[in-house]
C-alpha cells in the first residue's frame, strides 16, 4: 500500500514530517481528506485540526491556524501561521481568547470581520483541545 508524505511548514520551523496513510485537513469550507493516489489540488485552510492516520488510527493531532495545502505525487505540502500539537493546546488560554475576541467591537464592515477571525480561530482551538482530552467538543461557547 502506498502512503503520504506530509508536511507542515510554520515561519519558525517545519513542525511535521511524516509518512503516513490518511490526513483530513480543515479547509476553509470544511474538512478534506487525503488518501495515496488523491489527484493534485491546491487549497485554502482554515482553523481547525489536522489528524494524520497510520496504521488504522490516528498518530498525530494538530490544530492548524489557516494557511494553504498543495497535494501532488503522494506529497501533502502545507503551509500554516501555526501548527500545534493538540495536546500542547491551553483550553483555558483558547477560552480566554474567545471571551476576549467576543468583547471586540464590531462597529464596521473591517472590525466585525477580524472579530469573526478571532472567535473561529478561538473555537477551533478549544474543539482540539477538548476532542483530544475526550471531553464533549462543544466550541459554541
Not at 493516489?37 to 498525530?60: D, F, M, Q, W
Not at 501555526?82 to 464592515?109: G, K, N
Request: aromatic residues 6%; hydrophobic residues 40%; glycine residues 8%.
Amino acid at each position: 500500500m502506498s502512503q503520504l508524505h506530509c508536511i507542515v511548514v510554520t515561519p519558525e520551523k517545519t513542525a511535521v514530517e511524516e509518512v503516513v496513510d490518511f490526513v483530513a485537513l480543515p479547509l476553509y469550507d470544511g474538512e478534506y481528506g487525503v488518501a495515496p493516489g488523491h489527484s493534485p489540488v491546491i487549497a485554502r485552510l482554515g482553523y481547525g485540526e489536522l489528524r494524520l492516520k497510520t496504521g488504522g488510527r490516528v498518530s498525530a493531532r494538530y490544530y492548524l491556524d489557516g494557511g494553504f495545502v498543495q497535494v501532488a505525487d503522494n506529497v501533502v505540502s502545507i503551509l500554516t501561521e501555526r501548527a500545534i500539537p493538540a495536546d500542547e493546546i491551553s483550553l483555558e488560554a483558547a477560552h480566554q481568547d474567545l471571551d476576549a475576541a467576543m468583547r471586540q467591537p464590531a462597529d464596521t464592515p473591517e472590525r466585525q470581520e477580524l472579530r469573526d477571525r478571532e472567535i473561529a480561530r478561538a473555537r477551533a482551538q478549544i474543539y482540539v483541545a477538548e476532542k483530544g482530552r475526550g471531553g464533549v467538543a462543544s466550541a459554541a461557547h
